[in-house]
């Protein structure tokens, strides 16, 4: 359980995603770069569609920031599938590094100080 004022981060995949392990990778580059270093975030599989429908996920990788997706793209459908970002280099399997790190930066801004 996270402790008040901590942010909550998540990876959430479909199972044998490849870009988790990647995505994972982003995750923690942009903590760092946003100067989040201590921050830690975990990794949800999502199995069925019931449940893609459930917590409107819309494809895998996405990453949730206290259960937000800084990414969402309104009128998306949900579902059990590979998700593409747009970036600045075209269609990419993750997102564009810069804007995870403004993101990831802008949340623990408006966070209330412990």
Do not use: K, Q, W
Request: charged letters at 30%; aromatic letters at 4%.
């Amino acid at each position: 359980m996270r402790e008040s004022g901590e942010m909550d981060i998540e990876i959430v995949v479909v199972p044998d995603c490849p870009n988790e392990a990647p995505a994972a990778e982003l995750l923690r580059r942009a903590l760092d770069d946003a100067g989040l270093n201590g921050t830690a975030f975990t990794t949800r599989t999502v199995t069925d569609r019931a449940e893609a429908e459930l917590t409107g996920f819309t494809g895998s990788p996405t990453i949730l920031i206290d259960g937000r997706d800084p990414f969402a793209e309104p009128g998306r459908p949900a579902g059990l599938a590979c998700r593409v970002y747009a970036t600045r280099g075209g269609l990419s399997g993750l997102p564009d590094p810069d804007r995870l790190r403004d993101a990831l930066a802008a949340a623990a801004h408006t966070r209330p100080r412990r």
